[in-house]
């Protein structure tokens, strides 16, 4: 290992249940008809995505830009003052910064939301730079951000390990050719079986992992 990539949600923080019902609390806030299916069509877009799937496919009001900050305002509450870090995640981090590994975060969540929950925990200090899909141009149906954060620690996939917990994200990091350790997040509880056979590393959390399967 030469550097690392980390999700936010699922994986560094225990957020998900923020995003499980995410789609149609914001469609039922916005007063328009709720799609059941909203938040399975959402949950691999970066934020630009979901706001456009919303004004275009949902019926809401008002410019991209708008949507997005309306989104964003739902979620603050959760960033700033409630979620918190997934099991061992603090020592893992610790860990690898003694070992002069550089990390960087790669994340659907929008900066400033990530970097204020980053702060409140303690986290921050572990990391060299953020960057976000909606900065990258695409979600984790796509490689860019990933090969975006390697790029700026000066690393290659091959020596770059991963952290994530969602299907979509693995199966494109693995295509890319990083390597990736895999955490259970109970919103991936039905690829669990899968995420175990495509991971390099695959825990329940971070306090099973032995780190020296990874430097």
Same mark, same amino acid.
């Given at each position: 290992?030469?550097?690392?990539?980390?999700?936010?949600?699922?994986?560094?923080?225990?957020?998900?249940?923020?995003?499980?019902?995410?789609?149609?609390?914001?469609?039922?806030?916005?007063?328009?008809?709720?799609?059941?299916?909203?938040?399975?069509?959402?949950?691999?877009?970066?934020?630009?995505?979901?706001?456009?799937?919303?004004?275009?496919?949902?019926?809401?009001?008002?410019?991209?830009?708008?949507?997005?900050?309306?989104?964003?305002?739902?979620?603050?509450?959760?960033?700033?003052?409630?979620?918190?870090?997934?099991?061992?995640?603090?020592?893992?981090?610790?860990?690898?910064? $003694? +070992?002069?590994?550089?990390?960087?975060? =790669?994340?659907?969540?929008?900066?400033?939301?990530?970097? /204020?929950?980053? #702060?409140? @925990?303690?986290?921050?200090?572990?990391?060299?730079?953020?960057?976000?899909?909606?900065?990258?141009?695409?979600?984790?149906?796509?490689?860019?951000?990933?090969?975006?954060?390697?790029?700026?620690?000066?690393?290659?996939? $091959? +020596?770059?390990?991963?952290?994530?917990? =969602?299907?979509?994200?693995?199966?494109?990091?693995?295509? /890319?050719?990083? #390597?990736? @350790?895999?955490?259970?997040?109970?919103?991936?509880?039905?690829?669990?079986?899968?995420?175990?056979?495509?991971?390099?590393?695959?825990?329940?959390?971070?306090?099973?992992?032995?780190?020296?399967?990874?430097?």
């Amino acid at each position: 290992m030469k550097a690392a990539i980390f999700d936010v949600d699922g994986t560094l923080l225990d957020s998900m249940p923020v995003w499980t019902y995410f789609a149609r609390n914001f469609l039922k806030r916005s007063g328009v008809a709720v799609r059941e299916d909203a938040d399975d069509v959402v949950r691999y877009m970066c934020l630009r995505e979901t706001a456009e799937f919303f004004i275009s496919d949902c019926g809401v009001t008002g410019t991209v830009e708008e949507v997005m900050a309306r989104c964003n305002e739902m979620l603050e509450e959760a960033y700033f003052n409630k979620v918190m870090p997934g099991e061992g995640v603090t020592e893992l981090l610790r860990y690898l910064r $003694e +070992n002069n590994i550089p990390m960087y975060i =790669a994340t659907a969540t929008d900066r400033y939301l990530v970097e /204020a929950a980053m #702060k409140r @925990c303690g986290l921050d200090k572990y990391f060299d730079g953020i960057i976000t899909c909606t900065e990258a141009g695409a979600g984790k149906t796509k490689p860019d951000i990933f090969f975006k954060a390697a790029a700026y620690m000066g690393s290659e996939p $091959e +020596n770059t390990w991963i952290f994530e917990d =969602a299907l979509h994200a693995v199966t494109t990091a693995k295509a /890319a050719g990083f #390597k990736v @350790c895999t955490v259970y997040d109970e919103s991936e509880a039905d690829h669990r079986e899968e995420l175990s056979a495509m991971s390099d590393i695959y825990v329940e959390n971070f306090n099973q992992l032995d780190y020296s399967q990874l430097i």
